[in-house]
């Protein structure tokens, strides 16, 4: 027989045949994979559509939505709840959300295994809280196992089992301090804590959609159904040590989120500094210890080194490049790892108004979105006349007093000194140029200066105000006004402008930007600046704002009480936090303009700046935003003067 007439496949034949099938597989794998997220992310949105079906019969029989959790009150020190003293009191916990919503999502016998009259800790609630609840499980958590329960170590030496979930409800994006605002830190405006020692009961809550023993109904929500979240992934903890992602457990971390705004340092899905650290949990320390901050990195499941409390956690997921959270609405959204940390904030708080939510907000959560940068203040129908022609300070008619600023170059967002605490990568040093003089105000508007204008004096330190008790002066009206929202001190300068007396003079006024604020806070300083972390009695230089750790309230003082710097301010690094005009938004000082930078175009909070680790720039670590429709009783401000022809 010859060659040709041979049957079968020859050597050449077989290779050939290899290569295109390790061909098909190796471009099928891709394809395959997808499948198969495809599939994950489908079952992950459906358990949470399903979730949401069930918060909103929740709240058509009860009229309004479940508690995150309920807590009893024993062995717990009610005034010192907060103190960060003790570990979190997980022995208190009883019912959780996922309970309360287990008769709607078809699981009543479920339900009836649970005893609410004991803290679900008890031995008669094992059975239930370790069941593997399959509307709580997204399949792409590969830690969400029945070999990996939490195993939670009480006080007496006992571990108590818990099945792992992977949901959890919004609790807010405010983080949880120490006090709830001092003048070292402006803190949380929208915390609230209520106890009776009397009566032993408490609630808790944040600005999200539920708190500890605190329910909110529809009506309570501020914010739009389509832009408030209400559950959000998270994951199982990736040790059985580790209290996150766990259906049955009424603690923050486990099925609550709470505290992953721009105010603390957690702020965004899956977030994580450079340096590690992001969600505080009960054992964290432990954890890191046996599991390795390394690990906890690349996990992208990082913790608080030292942290033992369960005070912070953000939303979290395996699915690649963001995670899904369901809306009031009973939408469910695909949220990126990139999306602006301001709009995370303001989609997790009831509070926002929904109008400054536009029409690019789908795109927006898409993450990386460009915000672009404002026009210049000055409009096209009016000149500013040259601030050089009378450098001369002047008093307005309603006492404020103004400096002459001359143009000039600095290095803006310059961290400090031996800085012990972490800095945002996104807040770079950069050079920025003035081109033109302006006339700042020399101190902070006063409470009566605002009462002249506005007609009323909302600040917390004053003769009737919210903090009259640590007031050490009788008269408080050269005390900076405070409590005032960034919209309240916009139109503050807006009828100041309207006055017949200074439209006579020609002067109309504004908020300064953030580089004109920080230009004029440093003063001609460039480069690191010390960081003093204690307050000192004997400092008589009025940087008090910024101090870890005052020894005692500090109330706000009369402007002008404490010597001015080299540009002749007064209280830039102390009394108060200002408000300036700037957006914040994530990266600006990447793109920002070097000459005249006026703050992005567009955006959710706007910057405060002061002293503190909470603000950019000389003697501050990080710098923050708040929502400009809220006031607090630490923030105030001072305004620019520009001159019109």
Known sequence: MSNDERSGLGLRDVIVALVVLNLVVFLGLPAVEYAREAAR???????LSRLG?????????YNCLPPAAVW????????????HKDPTPVHVTRENWVQLLLPYLGEEELASKFDRTVPVVDPRNAAARTFELTAMHCPADTFNRPDNRYQLMLAGGESVSFARGNYAINGGSEYVPTQFGTLSNPGPTENGYHFSEETRAFQWYGNGIAGINKSFALDDIRNGTETMVAIEEVRAGIAPIDPRGV????????????GHGVTGDDGGPNFQLETGRA???????????QIGEEVLFNEKMSVCPYCNENFQATARSQHAGGVNVLMMSGAVHFVSDNVEPTLWHVMHARDSPPDIFTDTYAQELKGNYDYGEAVPSDSATEILRDATVDQKAFTNSVGLEFQFVPAGH??????DKDQFLPFPADAIPHPVTLTQPFYMGVCEVTQQQFQTVMGYNPSGHALEGQFKDVLTISDTSRCPVENVSWDEATKFCQRLSDLPEEKAAGRRYRLPTEAEWEYCCRAGTQGE?????????????????????????????????YPPNAFGMHDMCGNVFEWVADYRAQGYYNRSSERDPPGPAAGYLRVIRGWHWVATGPKCKVYVASPPWVGSPYIGFRVVCETVE
Do not use: R
């Open 410 to 415: 600095f290095e803006m967002g310059v961290s």
């Open 41 to 47: 992310n489908h079952t992950c949105t459906n358990n």
């Open 279 to 289: 969600d505080d949990i009960l054992g964290g320390p432990t954890l890191v210890e």
């Open 247 to 258: 259906w049955a457990f009424g603690q923050i971390g486990g099925s609550i989120t709470w």
């Open 53 to 61: 079906v069930a918060l909103h019969a929740y709240h058509d029989h």
């Open 72 to 83: 009893g009150s024993e062995g717990l020190d009610l005034p010192e709840l907060f103190s």
């Open 529 to 561: 600046i010390a960081f003093n972390k204690e307050w000192d009695p004997q400092d008589d230089s009025g940087e008090i704002a910024g101090k870890m750790t005052p020894p005692q309230p500090v109330s706000t003082m009369p402007v002008g009480s």
